[in-house]
């Protein structure tokens, strides 16, 4: 212990020392009644040997358990020979350099502590001096124990993270994803420490497009948790960026607490960027870490997974050029195929193609439409013949006679009909052979135009740019063809 008590014995200014040399200094006794003075004689008497109160063992030890459990102390060691296998009380020793103390807590107290308690963890203890009196063992008895240094602050972050981690502030469900090309990076950490070297250099190295900002804050001592926090809400809220890096270089626990405390917690938490973090080394996780969109184990590392490789970025790129390209020839041979497969459709192959149809019919119009008065009236004639052969008819007089005047009334009108169909379809055989005389290309070049054919593939020249010099040529006239050749271009 740091401290050396000096423990006064009880009612010390009572006892008397009844010895000389080093066991009388060392030994202390209870005094005796005291006794009534007599008149010395004249003559000395024998000397008296002194009366004493023998003691035995268990009232010593009863005696110095009483006093020694008026005094409450303070102390600090390490933990060791931890014994937790009794059911009511465990059993450790208090060390350090130069001595031991023998402890002892309730079990119901080791089972409420909220930090492990092992051999060789730094404690301060708070109890109440005490001795067994059956072996005389001089113990203290805990009433309050807490981690020392490095302890207590890992408790405290315990303490914490248990608590945002109940708020549901780690959960995966509310972390950002990253953008995958970002073009502004914010970065908030030391601008005195490798920490910043290691992220820009490796930014640069990486992505060279991206832009960086740089946030000088404090990340160790007094006044780094604000300015961590005023340095992440920047680039909230003044200055727009696409992602922010959280860093620090490695350090002890001390120097790693400003990143475990409830206020850069909920400023990460509350940030509207993606945040990547980046702090000490491999096996330091702070707070921030957990609460971080994505956390690196490194500075370099937090660097590296913020941007993409150039590398790759470059390999991606080609890759999609590749594919752009493959599919534009693609779409290119379909657009061909289709353009052919119009070609070779009916509307496309030429006039007389498409007026053949058109022209047959009005051929067989033009032959059947005569006829066909004088087919109705041998039809007709015929029909009357048989009905005139039945033997009703061969009365005489009155029988023939209504049919005779019905007959030539019927015969007149069938006639005037018959014109009558005659010239209806005569004005429409006209009418269908003026609509096919538009139609056709001949009555096109009975105007005075033609056609030209490239002599070399047939297809019609429509521009001076379809054919070159010399090029020979047939020119399709109303009445005939002419053979020609190209001699000279002029554009229009």
Known sequence: MDDELTLPWPDEAETE????????????????????????????????????????????????????????VTVRGEISGLNARYPYYVYFDLRDSEASLPALMQKRQFDELDFPLEDGASVVVRGTLTLYERQGKYQIRVREIRPFGEGEIQR????????????????????????????????????????????????????????????????????????????????????????????????????LEPFSTEPVARTLGGMSVPVVTGIGHEPDVSIADLVADRRASTPTAAAEAAVPDRHQVNALLGKAAATLRRHAASD????ERLLESIRR???????EFLLASFMQRFERAAVSLPESPRRGLTRNAHRLAVLASRPVFRLKGELLSGACAGLATRRSRLSLAGVRVIERETGTLERIKARAQALS????????????????????????????????????????????????????
């Open 441 to 492: 290309p001949i009555a096109v070049l009975e105007r005075g135009y033609s056609i030209t054919f490239d002599g070399r593939t047939g297809a019609v020249v429509r521009a001076p740019d379809e054919v070159d010099v010399a090029t020979p040529l047939t020119i399709r006239l109303a009445k005939g063809v002419i053979d020609a050749q190209v001699t000279g271009k002029e554009k229009e």
């Open 17 to 72: 020392d009844t010895g000389t040399g080093s066991a009388g200094k060392n030994e202390k006794q209870i005094p005796s009644a005291p006794r009534a003075r007599k008149r010395r004689p004249k003559t000395p008497p024998p000397p008296a040997e002194p009366d004493e109160k023998v003691l035995t063992v268990g009232d010593v030890n009863r005696l110095a358990r009483q006093s020694l459990e008026r005094i409450t």
């Open 332 to 335: 290119l041979k379909a657009g």
């Open 345 to 351: 459709r009916p509307l496309y192959r030429g006039s």
């Open 156 to 255: 405290r972050i315990e303490v914490l993270k248990k608590k945002l981690q109940a708020e549901g502030l780690f959960d995966d469900s509310r972390k950002k994803p990253l953008p995958s090309f970002p073009g502004r990076i914010g970065v908030v950490t030391s601008t005195r420490g490798a920490a910043i070297r290691d992220v820009t250099v490796t930014l640069r190295r990486r992505f060279p497009p991206a832009r960086v900002f740089v946030r000088g804050v404090r990340v160790q001592g007094e006044g780094a948790v604000k300015q961590i926090c005023d340095g992440l809400e920047f680039f909230d809220s003044r200055w727009p960026v696409d992602l922010v890096i959280l860093a620090r270089g490695g350090g002890s626990i001390q120097d």
